[in-house]
């Protein structure tokens, strides 16, 4: 990973992201590409409404950006390449576009929090790009503290998984010389259902994953959420790793996806492969 994109939104989850980023390209000898949009209202042309001109706002994100910039290598004295850009038009768009015009490797996002109308109703920038974008997206809660990824959790329901899918968190647990655990969180009745060697077969993880420290583990829960909280809490894991799996348009509406939701209840940085 040699290019993490940033989004910046100036908001204090986006603020904590940034630092996060500052701290994880120091790991991984990475660029940081501070990235904004801005939105450009559409008024009625009757409408007594002045509208700041593009240019003018584009030099306001501008300067903003390039305080964030100023304080990240204030803080950071050994980090020079971290670069600022800006865009006008809908930012989850904006974000995907840009992601490939600048080669990201990595998209490090901030998430702020639980909260009912939000989680539920509205959603966020952060969880659509992590549902839209190909790229891996790490979120960031804005109360979460950076510290070395020594124990990641790999989240999953042990169906195949495509080895390229995985090279972002093998990568991550090469650069920290990493434990990684795969928890799969099953329900009373399917757990004696359930025989983990079988389970291991479906999975089939690749010659290149097999070469790190990695363990398999069951837990046992009524809600996925929770679930994987709770094992979190209990081993002292600093990254969870899920994958958005394809819902139809019908299931969607009716079933809120574990992704979605564990971004807002993460209390650690959560990295979301895309399938």
């Given at each position: ?111 702020q929090g639980a909260g009912s ?8 920038v952060t969880t659509a790009v ?62 004696e259902e359930i025989d983990l ?79």
């Amino acid at each position: 990973m040699k290019t993490l994109l940033v989004p910046v939104d100036f908001s204090q989850a986006s603020d904590n992201a940034t630092r996060y980023a500052a701290e994880l390209s120091k790991f991984m000898h990475a660029r940081i590409v501070l990235f904004h949009v801005f939105y450009i209202p559409v008024v009625a042309a009757d409408a007594a409404v002045i509208v700041p001109a593009v240019d003018e706002m584009e030099e306001s994100a501008m300067l903003r950006l390039k305080k964030v910039r100023e304080q990240i290598l204030q803080n950071r004295n050994d980090l020079t390449d971290v670069e600022c850009a800006c865009a006008s038009g809908f930012a989850v768009d904006e974000i995907g576009r840009f992601a490939g015009e600048c080669r990201a490797d990595l998209i490090v996002m901030g998430m702020q929090g639980a909260g009912s109308l939000t989680e539920k109703f509205i959603g966020s920038v952060t969880t659509a790009v992590m549902r839209t974008c190909s790229l891996p997206v790490l979120v960031i809660d804005r109360n979460v503290i950076f510290r070395p990824l020594e124990k990641m959790v790999l989240a999953c329901d042990y169906k195949h998984i495509s080895p390229s899918l995985l090279w972002p968190l093998k990568d991550l647990a090469r650069i920290f010389d990493a434990q990684v655990s795969v928890l799969h969180v099953v329900d009373e009745a399917s757990r004696e259902e359930i025989d983990l060697s079988v389970a291991m077969k479906d999975l089939q993880l690749d010659d290149s994953f097999r070469q790190l420290d990695y363990s398999c583990h069951f837990a046992t829960a009524s809600d996925v959420v929770e679930g994987i909280n709770d094992y979190i809490d209990k081993t002292g894991m600093d990254l969870v790793v899920m994958i958005p799996r394809k819902k139809s348009l019908l299931a969607s509406l009716f079933t809120e996806p574990d992704t979605k939701r564990m971004a807002f209840h993460a209390h650690i940085p959560l990295l979301s492969l895309h399938e």
